[in-house]
Every structure is written in C-alpha cells, then in structure tokens.
C-alpha cells in the first residue's frame, strides 16, 4: 500500500509567527539625520565676509577676465591708497614699489568708482615711472545692453 503525502509539491504551508502589521514609520530617526546635515552644513560654510577693503569697482562691458595679480594697488571712495591691505602714501608707496621692482611683472589698481581720476592717474604715473609695464585696472563684466 502506497502512502500519500499530506504535502503538494511546489506548495508549502507554513505559519509564520509575526504578522505584518500596517506600515507604521517612525520618523524620529529621519528627524535626527535631517538636523545632523543641518548642523554639519552649517559648521562647515563660513559666514565671515573676508577681511579687506571694500571697493565699488566700475562696471565695463569690454572687460576682460585676468587671473588675480600678485601686486594689488587699491584706491577706495575717500582717495586712500591701500597696497596689501595696509594704507600708504604715494611717497611711501613709490618706496615700496622701487625697493620690489624688479619682483613686479604686472600690477593690478582696483579703484573704486567714487574714486578722484586724479589720484588713479597719479598712482599709474608713478608705476609707468619706475618702469613697470603691465598695469591693469579691475572692473567688473556688465551685461552688454
């Protein structure tokens, strides 16, 4: 006599001991990883306004863009002459300058718009005199109109 398994083939029944229960999240851990980015973003971005002068340069529609020169000259709104953040005359500056000329290939001069012409051509003379060539004026790119 043949005996009969209780069991088909390719079925099985087995009871499982959870049951499935509707989807409940908790949002507590996502919370937490949202405030962690939060924190991190905000302790890695820096919020300070880089120290130097402030300067309104003109804007150009013809300007071109040079990479950042190593001898910056800048006029602010009131005519100060400021060479590496550092206020000078034009004396001290023509001393400055003839002691490091032969270390200057180019110059760059950021005068402010508000700035006197006068004072700008005086600073550029005094360079042309001591032999400097390459000078530039910083401006910003406008849109052409």
């Known amino acids: 006599m043949i005996r009969q398994s209780s069991f088909k083939t390719g079925s099985f029944n087995i009871p499982r001991k959870t049951r499935l229960l509707k989807g409940d999240l908790d949002m507590t ?10 924190i ?7 919020f300070v306004r880089p120290a130097g002068i402030t300067v309104n340069l003109p804007k150009t529609v013809t300007a071109e863009v040079l990479r950042e020169e190593k001898f ?6 009131n005519n100060a002459i400021h060479l590496e953040d550092k206020p000078v005359s034009i004396a001290e500056l023509s001393d400055i300058l003839k002691n490091r000329q032969s270390g200057i290939g180019s110059l760059l001069i ?14 550029w003379d005094l360079c042309r005199d001591l032999g400097i060539e390459k000078l530039n004026i910083a401006t910003l790119q406008s849109a052409k109109p």
């Open 29 to 38: 851990p996502l919370i937490d990883c949202v405030f962690l980015l939060l």
């Open 40 to 46: 991190f973003f905000m302790l890695s971005s820096s």
């Open 72 to 77: 910056v000259i800048v006029i602010t709104d």
């Open 110 to 123: 950021k005068a402010d718009k508000n700035a006197y012409l006068g004072k700008i051509i005086e600073v």
